[in-house]
């Protein structure tokens, strides 16, 4: 028999996906289907969850909705009981959640920053606290992917919230990987560019209304402002299986990333220069 970390990652395994009724969400429940996985998906838009599952289960998968707000511990415990109730285990975990508020920060509000670090941020620490310890309990292995940004690994303007709460994110799954690798789970960072989703859309309209005060920031960056092409968040998806079947740390999406990594990493090597130093 092969050992919990190298048992098929898909196939008759259960994965459970938070933000998975659209966008990169639903992309990952197609493509985990297609490998057998059965399907967990976790959303806090009903209507859209319910049709989500719905085209599933139409093409043959095990798939299950449940109502959740990742903002909120107790409603992420309860997501993985009902998973852990309905198929027995749980084994892929997609801390895939997330909003996106843009502008510059010095005119943002503070329920800016507390909506997108509810979100983004402590939606994926609430996945980590409910379901690493089932994980561990089971003793199957099983695989964690954070959904982060590019924005988590490189500042920039525009995106100054949403680049605190991914870096904080990208931070978290790093250390997660180095803790967890030993005890047969994986661990994924994901940090696409832009994909084609409604994400800033449905940022805008799912926003709490204790949030809201009329002066939030705008949900939609300037035109021009956001480097690299739009890709379909089906390519995505494929990336993510790719990545958890290799067991990368990292998972990127665009070419165009390369060349910013490297000059973030070049600013940062050469402050260790002669004479610089």
Not at 8 to 24: C, L, M, N, S, Y
Not at 75 to 99: D, E, K, M
Request: with cysteine; glycine share 12%; aromatic share 6%.
């Amino acid at each position: 028999m092969l050992a919990p970390s190298r048992m098929e990652p898909f196939k008759d395994r259960v994965a459970v996906i938070t933000g998975g009724a659209g966008g990169i969400g639903m992309a990952l429940a197609r493509a985990f289907a297609a490998r057998g996985a059965a399907l967990v998906l976790a959303d806090l838009d009903e209507a859209a969850l319910q049709t989500a599952v719905a085209e599933l289960q139409g093409n043959g998968a095990q798939a299950l909705g449940v109502p959740t707000d990742v903002s909120k511990l107790e409603s992420v415990q309860a997501l993985a009981a009902t998973a852990r109730q309905r198929f027995g285990a749980v084994h892929i975990v997609c801390n895939n959640a997330g909003i996106g508020v843009f502008g510059d920060m010095h005119r943002a509000t503070h329920n800016d920053w507390v909506y997108t670090m509810n979100v983004n941020f402590w939606g994926v620490v609430h996945g980590i606290e409910a379901f690493v310890p089932l994980l561990l309990e089971q003793g199957q292995g099983g695989h964690i992917v954070n959904t982060a940004s590019m924005a988590g690994l490189v500042g920039m303007r525009w995106l100054g919230i949403y680049c605190a709460s991914k870096f904080a994110v990208v931070g978290a799954s790093e250390a997660l990987q180095r803790e967890l690798a030993p005890l047969g789970i994986g661990v994924s960072v994901l940090c696409p560019m832009i994909v084609d989703t409604a994400i800033n859309e449905n940022s805008a309209r799912m926003r709490p209304s204790e949030l809201r005060d009329g002066t939030e920031s705008t949900p939609l960056p300037p035109a021009g402002s956001m480097a690299g092409g739009v890709i379909a968040a089906a390519e995505v998806a494929r990336r993510v299986v790719r990545g958890i079947e290799r067991g990368d740390l990292y998972i990127l999406t665009h070419p165009e990333q390369r060349e910013f990594l490297r000059r973030r990493a070049a600013k940062i090597d050469g402050l260790f220069e002669e004479g610089v130093w």
